[in-house]
C-alpha cells in the first residue's frame, strides 16, 4: 500500500526535480525541505493523522461516556470495522440517504451524546482514515445500484455538468481533454483516485479528503465549490469512488 502511494511521490518528485518545470506547470511552490526529508525516510506525514484518528476511536467520550472501539473494537464480525470503509459511500437504512464514512462517523458522534466533528477538521480526516486503514488492501466495492442509484446517476450528471465563469465541467478536464495539458498541467482520467484519499498533499502541505481535493478542483477552475458534506458532493464522491471499484484501498496517498 504504501509503496504505491511513495510511487505518485517518486513521480511527483522526478517532475519536479526540474524547478523551470515546476514554475511553467503554475506551481507556486516546490517540495519543503522537510517534505523532502520525510519522503527520505519512507514516513507519509499523514501516519500523524492516521494516529490522532485511532486515539479519538478509542477515546471515551459524549453523554453516553463512550467510545467507538465499545461498539466496534470487538472481535466479533458484527462488530468490527474491517471491510467496512471500501463500501463508502453508501445509503444508510437510519439516515434515508447515501453516506460518507464521514458522515457516518458524525452520525455514531450522535448516538454517543458526542460533539460532531466539523468536515473540515484535520481530526475529521484522522478519524476517517483510521476507519480505512481498517480495510487497506481491501478493493473498493461501492454500490450504485439498489438504494444508491438515485445518487450515483446524480453524481454521474454533476460531473458532467458545466458551470461557473469558465462553464466548465469535471468531466471536461477528466474525460474530454484527457491527454491535453492546461497550464502544463496533464489533465487525466480519474481513474481509481479515489482509492489513495485521504491524501498528504504537497502543495498545501495538509492533508486532503477527496470532497477537499473537489473544492480545489472546483475553485481551480472557477466552479463556485459546493459545500463540504453537501448533498452534490456525496453525490460526486460515489461516483468518483465508484470508477475505482476493483482497486485496493491505500490510503493516505501521497500526492501533489
Ligand atoms: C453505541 C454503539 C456505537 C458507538 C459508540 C459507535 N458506533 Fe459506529 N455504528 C453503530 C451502529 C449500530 C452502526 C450501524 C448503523 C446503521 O446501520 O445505521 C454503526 C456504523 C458505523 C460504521 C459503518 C459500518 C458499516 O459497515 O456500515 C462506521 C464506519 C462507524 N460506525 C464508525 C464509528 C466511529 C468512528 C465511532 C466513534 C466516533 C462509532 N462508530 C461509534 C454503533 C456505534
Ligand atoms: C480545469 C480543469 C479541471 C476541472 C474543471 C476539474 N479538475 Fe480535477 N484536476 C485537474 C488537475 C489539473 C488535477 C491534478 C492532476 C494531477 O494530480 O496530476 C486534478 C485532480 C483531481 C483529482 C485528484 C486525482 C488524483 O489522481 O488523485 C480529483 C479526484 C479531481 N481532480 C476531481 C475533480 C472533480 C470532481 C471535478 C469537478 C467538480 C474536477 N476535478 C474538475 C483539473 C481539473
Known amino acids: ?64 461516556n463512550t467510545s467507538c472501539a465499545a461498539c466496534h473494537g470487538g472481535a466479533a464480525p458484527s462488530k468490527s470495522l474491517k471491510g467496512s470503509a471500501v463500501m463508502f459511500p453508501k445509503w444508510s437504512g437510519s439516515a434515508k440517504k447515501v453516506v460518507s464514512i464521514e458522515d457516518q462517523i458524525n452520525m455514531c458522534l450522535g448516538m454517543m451524546g458526542a460533539e460532531k466533528l466539523e468536515m473540515k477538521s484535520p481530526l475529521m480526516n484522522g478519524a476517517s482514515l483510521y476507519v480505512r486503514s481498517l480495510s487497506l488492501g ?21 460531473f458532467a455538468t458545466r458551470r461557473g465563469a469558465r462553464n466548465l465541467s469535471c468531466a471536461n478536464c477528466h474525460e474530454d481533454l484527457v491527454g491535453t495539458t492546461l497550464r502544463m498541467q496533464p489533465l487525466k482520467k480519474i481513474g481509481a483516485a479515489a482509492a489513495h484519499w485521504p491524501a498528504y498533499r504537497m502543495m498545501s502541505g495538509q492533508t486532503t479528503s477527496l470532497q477537499q481535493r473537489f473544492v480545489q478542483c472546483m475553485s481551480n477552475a472557477r466552479l463556485k465549490p459546493f459545500p463540504l458534506g453537501d448533498y452534490r458532493m456525496t453525490a460526486l464522491e460515489l461516483y468518483v469512488t465508484s470508477l475505482a471499484n476493483g482497486q485496493p484501498l491505500a490510503t493516505p496517498g501521497w500526492v501533489r
Open 1 to 64: 500500500m504504501r509503496r504505491s502511494a511513495m510511487a505518485v511521490f517518486a513521480v511527483f518528485f522526478a517532475v519536479f526535480a526540474g524547478s523551470a518545470l515546476a514554475q511553467e506547470a503554475g506551481v507556486t511552490s516546490a517540495p519543503s525541505d522537510k517534505d523532502l526529508a520525510l519522503y527520505r525516510t519512507g514516513i507519509n506525514p499523514a501516519d500523524t493523522d492516521v494516529d490522532a484518528g485511532e486515539e479519538f476511536f478509542n477515546k471515551t467520550q459524549g453523554e453516553k
Open 138 to 158: 481491501m478493493n473498493i466495492n461501492v454500490k450504485t445500484d439498489g438504494d444508491a442509484k438515485e445518487t450515483f446517476d446524480f453524481g454521474r450528471k454533476v
